[in-house]
């Protein structure tokens, strides 16, 4: 569970946003001035904090310069400001914040920022952590591997990472493409200078050129300030955009100018803006054959292909699998406070001949999860893969198998009303589950709004007694 720290001077906005954390599984603490936020930074190490600019005692800048080594610890700092001041809160961003909201701002913002936010110091706080155990600098690329197919990677890396060429790095989910872009941009001038990682698909298609771009006051209905874009905020730094492939065909247009001139216009602004940045693409689709499918423009393809590196999947690479082992599970020991020592011939054997659908990050799951269960040594019995669990029945018709269920009712109207309630019941379930109860993605994943999710739960609440 996620700890999170909310400084604010507001009351209601403070237990607002106090309660919407806490609803999506977030452990919270909250204070309304800046040297109590200060002591529990210091104390606690929350893994975030959104931080008012002004507060009654200080001011959001000040405590920004107090906690410069907890941000480059991997500390996620988040702004938010009611006046406006954008310089406030790009000057913020120069500091290390990791992005800035203006109020009033919408719950699904605020959660998707926090998410995002979370996300990259997990993955920071994985490579800083395996430089540490490696004794290496933070340039280093022994944490991909040693295999002759991450040698070639590396090789592309170190040839293109000077330039300021824009690169498409390809591969399958999990191959470790977020890993090569940062250190691509740590190997390159820019290496000081922001990096920031943008993910295309989780972005709203209505909020997508705004994000990207930035907006001026006015620009349209709820802009009641400027805000710039991720273009913007990369500023002679780098713009990470992962997963290209998910972004809609109608809106890859505005891409076309910006990527090749570094030049566009906020919404609503007269004026063009220009950003010097280095652009690194990810993506796990086949973007040609989204050409041909007329998925994904010609001309966006060719345009940010200007290098491309292939990630290879696991499987094409085992040799790399008992050196990734090693550090995964010295890094679940840390993370674990077990003492893990050895892994058994048989089970790295197992390992061995897996085929790696998930690629690294499963493999990383999987040395975990047998962290969990080992004593000293992990074994064979402590590795395991999902398929292993898949049932082999063949799948068989809801008639066939409620058959004799149907007849138990006094007509089929009664059973199908019955029924459907059964079913709801289940989705509702699942959906929340699967959510690991986060109201707002489960309503998401169900297809409603959270209101209404709310109010199935309320239907069902004395067969799933789980609302939050």
């Given at each position: 569970m996620n700890s999170i720290l909310i400084v604010e001077d507001s009351q209601d906005t403070r237990e607002n946003i106090a309660e919407l954390l806490t609803m999506n599984g977030y452990k919270v603490r909250t204070t309304d001035n800046g040297q109590t936020a200060?002591?529990?930074?210091?104390?606690?190490?929350?893994?975030?904090?959104?931080?008012?600019v002004r507060l009654p005692d200080t001011t959001g800048h000040e405590i920004l310069k107090q906690i410069q080594n907890e941000i480059e610890s991997g500390l996620v700092v988040i702004i938010i400001t009611a006046y406006g001041e954008v310089s406030m809160a790009v000057n913020a961003m120069k500091m290390g914040a990791y992005d800035y909201l203006e109020k009033p701002f919408e719950n699904a913002v605020l959660l998707m920022v926090v998410k995002r936010g979370l996300e990259n110091q997990q993955v920071k706080r994985e490579l800083a952590h395996l430089r540490q155990m490696l004794g290496t600098d933070q340039d280093s690329e022994q944490v991909l591997g040693h295999s002759p197919a991450i040698k070639k990677v590396i090789s592309q890396i170190n040839s293109v990472a000077q330039t300021d060429l824009t690169v498409l790095i390809q591969g399958e989910t999990g191959t470790g493409k977020e890993v090569a872009a940062h250190l691509l941009h740590n190997k390159s001038k820019r290496a000081k200078q922001p990096f920031i990682a943008i993910d295309c698909g989780a972005i709203p298609e209505n909020l997508i050129e705004s994000e990207f771009?930035?907006?001026?006051?006015?620009?349209?209905?709820?802009?009641?300030?400027?805000?710039?874009?991720k273009f913007q905020l990369a500023h002679q730094g780098t713009l990470y955009l992962d997963e290209i492939g998910n972004l809609p065909l109608a809106q890859q247009r505005p891409f076309l100018r910006v990527i090749e001139n570094k030049t566009f216009r906020p919404i609503g602004a007269i004026n063009e803006s220009k950003v010097d940045i280095r652009l690194i693409i990810a993506s796990n689709a086949n973007l040609l054959q989204l050409v041909s499918e007329n998925k994904f423009r010609k001309d966006l393809y060719y345009r940010i292909s200007e290098y491309t590196i292939t990630m290879p999947p696991l499987r094409?690479?085992?040799?790399?699998?008992?050196?990734?082992?090693?550090?995964?599970?010295?890094?679940?020991?840390?993370?674990?406070?077990?003492?893990?020592?050895d892994i058994s011939e048989e089970a790295m054997a197992k390992l061995l001949s897996y085929n790696w659908p998930g690629n690294v990050r499963q493999l990383r799951n999987v040395i975990r999860k047998a962290a969990l269960l080992a004593t000293d040594t992990?074994?064979?019995?402590?590795?395991?893969?999902?398929?292993?669990?898949?049932s082999e029945e063949p799948e068989q018709s809801f008639f066939t198998v409620y058959k004799n269920d149907i007849n138990r009712y006094p007509n089929y109207r009664t059973a199908y009303a019955e029924?459907?309630?059964e079913f709801e019941k289940e989705l509702?379930?699942?959906?929340?589950?699967?959510?690991?109860?986060?109201?707002?993605?489960?309503?998401?994943?169900?297809?409603?709004?959270?209101?209404?999710?709310?109010?199935?739960l309320d239907k069902y609440a004395k067969d799933f007694p789980k609302k939050q």
């Open positions: 200060l002591r529990i930074i210091k104390t606690q190490m929350p893994d975030c904090v959104i931080l008012d771009f930035g907006f001026e006051k006015g620009a349209f209905t709820g802009a009641t300030q400027s805000r710039p874009g094409e690479r085992l040799e790399d699998i008992p050196h990734l082992t090693a550090l995964f599970l010295s890094e679940a020991n840390f993370e674990l406070n077990s003492k893990i020592t992990i074994k064979l019995s402590h590795i395991s893969f999902p398929s292993e669990f898949d029924f459907t309630r509702i379930k699942n959906a929340y589950e699967k959510a690991h109860g986060n109201i707002t993605k489960a309503a998401r994943i169900y297809g409603i709004d959270r209101r209404n999710f709310y109010h199935k």
